[in-house]
Each structure stands twice: as C-alpha cells, then as structure tokens.
C-alpha cells in the first residue's frame, strides 16, 4: 500500500464529513404546524435550490471519498495525466458546491425575508425549526467549500510541483 498524504487525506475527510451531514440536515429537514385548522409540512422539496443542492453534497461527498479510495489503494495520482484529472475534477467540485450553496442560501433567504409582489409569505415567522436547520446547513456547505478551496490549492501544488520552473510545460529532470 502506498502511505498517503495526511495534508490531502484530513482536508478530505472533513469535507466527506461535512457535506454528508450538510445533507442530512437538509434531507431529513422538516417541520409540521398547523395553520387556519390546516396542517402544513414544510420540507426541503418545497425549495427547489434546497433540492438541487443536496444532491450536489452527495455527489461531491461521493466523489471525495473515490479520491480517497483511489489514493488508499495507490491507483492515482502515478502519472501527470492523473493529477491532471484530479486537479481539474477539484476545481469543477469547488465551483459546483460554491454555485449551489449561494443558490440555495439565495433562495432561503427569499423565503426569510418573503417576498409581496411574488406573493411569497415569511415562512421563518411559522416554521423557525426548519429556517434554523436550513440556515445551520448553508453554513456548513459554505465551511465545505473553503476545505475545497484549500484542497484545490493541494492538488494544484502537487501537479505543477512536476513541472521545471525555467522550461515552460517541461517535466524536471529526474
């Protein structure tokens, strides 16, 4: 087996961690009052962002732990092409995750603050529990993202750490 790198194996557990309970919190999210004699649940499905962003979690959650499967078992990372893929896949995940959590806390705070001309009620006013979580969730995704970011930084280091400093696009001589 091949040891791994504790710098890019930590960033990529607690980014596992994060975006899975970032997802059951949205997942399992919801909250039942009765209004006008009416019962009223409130889920993530009401809120399509909501919808799309924890699906997202759980693909980049999944995704992360490949990296991880594949680096446990030393399959990547042995050829430039390699840390290429996984440089370019590291990016495109930081830039899915970041779009879907500022959409999704877009809309959450439409549904905050409401909105008159779409005829949008406060729904936080009624269902606080439920505001609290998705609020708490937003806020883990964003802690996700900036793990991401750093771990970005990981795989850019180790794929251009390849390349010679005075020849452009040149392996170092070995």
């Known amino acids: 087996m091949v040891r791994l790198r504790e710098t890019e194996v930590v960033p990529r557990l607690c980014i596992v961690f ?104 406060k729904w936080c006013y009624k269902f606080t529990r439920f505001c609290f979580q998705i609020g708490s969730a937003i806020i883990l995704n964003y802690i996700a993202v900036v793990l991401m970011v750093i771990l970005s930084f990981l795989s850019a280091f180790n794929l251009f750490r390849l390349y010679s400093p005075k020849r452009y696009f040149q392996f170092k001589s070995s």
């Open 18 to 121: 994060l975006l899975l309970l970032t997802s059951v919190l949205i997942g399992l999210d919801s909250q039942t009052k009765e209004i006008a004699y009416m019962h009223k649940k409130v889920t993530f499905r009401y809120l399509f962002a909501l919808e799309v962003e924890l699906y997202i979690d759980v693909v980049v959650a999944v995704y992360n732990m490949v990296q991880l499967g594949l680096g446990w078992y030393g399959v990547a990372q042995k050829t430039s092409n390699s840390k290429w893929l996984s440089y370019i896949l590291d990016q495109t995940a930081v830039y899915v995750v970041f779009s879907g959590a500022s959409a999704a806390a877009q809309h959450s705070l439409l549904v905050v603050t409401g909105s008159r001309e779409l005829q949008w009620m």
